[in-house]
């Protein structure tokens, strides 16, 4: 069973989607992969069953990622407003700002105890930790990973990187 299978039937138990809608779901992503394998493509790719849920708005992007976040045990990011003293401008650059919207993960700051702190849509995704810890130069565990929703991600991405970075 895959992770947002885990995050589906998380939220049936919390009563945030019936399990015909969890089902409805899973049939649209198998329809989505289906699709996407017919055409020659990776459906690795496909949307994942919270990003079905949300599209369909079954649940908000907020309420995914609080299950996120308490399916891998992390914390939840959720300020709406970035001080300067939330980031390092020197931190945020190490990752450019077309790869941290790719992947959905921006370095905020390293941390008194030398950890980065990270902010990440999908926890779950090994291809953005590996690419952090390349850009990061640093090991997953040094990563102080904390979740954040789509919709928070994009709009601290639009503080950090349009506003003060000017990038």
Known sequence: M???????YMLVKNNK???????????????????????????????????????????????LSEAVAKQFNLPLFDKLEIRSEDFDGSVVRLI??????ELNA???????????LVVIVDPGDMRTKITLKRLLRTEVSLMDLHV????????LFNQIYNINLSI
Do not use: C, H, P, W
């Open 17 to 63: 989607i019936t399990e015909k809608q969890l089902n409805e779901a899973i049939l649209e992503q198998e329809r989505l992969q289906a699709e996407a394998n017919n055409r020659g493509l990776n459906y690795s790719n496909t949307k994942k069953i919270g990003d079905i849920l949300v599209d369909k708005k079954l649940i908000t992007s907020k309420e």
């Open 96 to 101: 450019k700002d077309s790869v941290a919207k």
């Open 2 to 8: 895959n992770d947002y299978l885990k995050i589906g």
């Open 148 to 155: 954040i929703s789509r919709d928070n991600f994009q709009n």
């Open 106 to 116: 921006m370095a905020l700051k390293k941390l008194s105890n030398g950890k980065y």
